[in-house]
């Protein structure tokens, strides 16, 4: 590395600049206290510095501080041994259905939602009232509605689909008409009370069926985007995890590897094989996990409350599908053809698949 030369005026000599150190051309007053500019103790200075000032900027005095700011009595749920203190010295309390509701695409659904106070209170007071919808992790997918008294606003593909039921004291229930296949989920009923905020959770589940889509042109075609218009065309939506291990506990087994909603790909499986990953799994859910939603390419399972003239006729669960329109299975590469309940799978007809 080269180094810069600077004159200083009225001085005799110059200041020579070398890689960040300063070497002065004049003798130090005290030869015996020279530290060298260039030392290790000089160079180590500004990161000891550094160190030093992002310390001070990460403490705080704060409770459990980690970036946000945390209060001890609006967030801790008497789970320590500290005690909870209420604003308005009662506890607020909400419910909401322990058992799933069950809907069909195009009905009109109530998600019930009340709430009280431990001990009770008379006097009215102003809630604000706020629905939203969650993915299967309980993190928030999607804000549904927000209601402060009469006043009410619904959000996204729920406007004009959605109103707050509140015939009793004290409710909280949220109605949805017109109901979608992408409605099925978990709902959150928050209810807040000035300071005071508590929820709870509720489940929608859409009656339907869970089918595998492989596009006509071959096994493992599709990538993410062309999933979901495949099941559209079927008048259908991609299957949820959920939905998928609902058709597993029911019954459905099948080797081939399909995209969910999430953008996961997961077959389920309940004869273990070796072509469907290995004898020694156990029955379940198999899972790839979060594939590349453009270059990857896989199969589909989609979901719909009914198979629209697509040769398929709904019928129990036990039962499978039961097939009117006479559409045959591929070959298979065994030779062989046969009637299709779910569709057939590379390893053939069998089980839910097709017809012996």
């Known amino acids: 590395m080269g180094s810069a030369r600077h004159h200083v005026p009225g001085k005799a000599g110059v200041l020579l600049v070398n890689l960040g150190c300063y070497r002065s051309p004049f003798p130090p007053l ?12 000089m160079l ?8 030093t000032l992002l310390r001070l900027a990460s403490s705080s005095h704060h409770p459990f501080y980690n970036g946000f700011y945390y209060n001890r009595i609006m967030n801790d749920k008497d789970k320590g041994q500290e005690k909870v203190f209420y604003f308005n010295g009662a506890k607020l309390v909400v419910e909401t259905s322990k058992d799933p509701i069950y809907s069909s695409n195009g009905a009109n ?3 019930p939602c009340h709430y009280y106070y431990e001990p009770d209170m008379e006097a009215k007071r102003k809630i604000r009232i706020k629905w939203s919808k969650l993915r299967d992790d309980y993190t928030k997918e999607q804000d549904v509605l927000v209601a402060i008294g009469k006043t009410y606003v619904a959000f996204g593909d729920f406007q004009g689909r959605a109103h707050l039921h509140q015939a009793g004291r004290r409710e909280a229930s949220l109605v949805v008409s017109d109901v979608r296949l992408k409605d099925d989920g978990k709902y959150r009923c928050e209810v807040i ?7 709870d959770v509720v489940d929608l589940r859409l009656q339907g069926i869970v089918f595998p889509y492989q596009p006509p042109h071959g096994q493992y075609r599709l990538n993410f985007h062309e999933a979901e218009r495949a ?3 079927q008048g259908a939506i991609l299957a949820t995890f959920s939905q998928l291990f609902q058709a597993w506990s029911e019954g459905l087994d099948w080797c081939n590897a399909g995209w969910l909603a999430d953008g996961t790909v997961q077959y389920p499986i309940h004869l ?4 469907c990953g290995g004898l020694h799994l156990a029955p379940g859910i198999r899972s790839y996990g979060p594939r590349h939603r453009h270059l990857h ?19 129990s669960w036990r039962k499978m599908l039961r097939p009117i329109s006479g559409i045959p299975c591929p070959p298979s590469p065994l030779g062989h053809r046969a009637q299709p309940m779910w569709g057939c799978s590379r390893q053939g007809c069998s089980g839910w698949g097709c017809s012996r």
Do not use: H, M, N, Y
């Open 193 to 199: 009370d000035g300071l005071e905020d508590e929820s």
């Open 44 to 51: 180590l200075l500004p990161l000891l510095l550094e160190a």
């Open 30 to 41: 005290q030869p015996r206290l020279r530290i060298l500019p260039c030392s290790p103790v």
């Open 272 to 275: 273990p094989r070796k072509p």
């Open 231 to 233: 099941c559209q065309e």
């Open 109 to 111: 659904v109530t998600l």
């Open 297 to 315: 390419r896989f199969d589909a399972f989609c979901f719909s409350s009914a198979l629209k003239g697509r040769g398929w006729e709904v019928g």
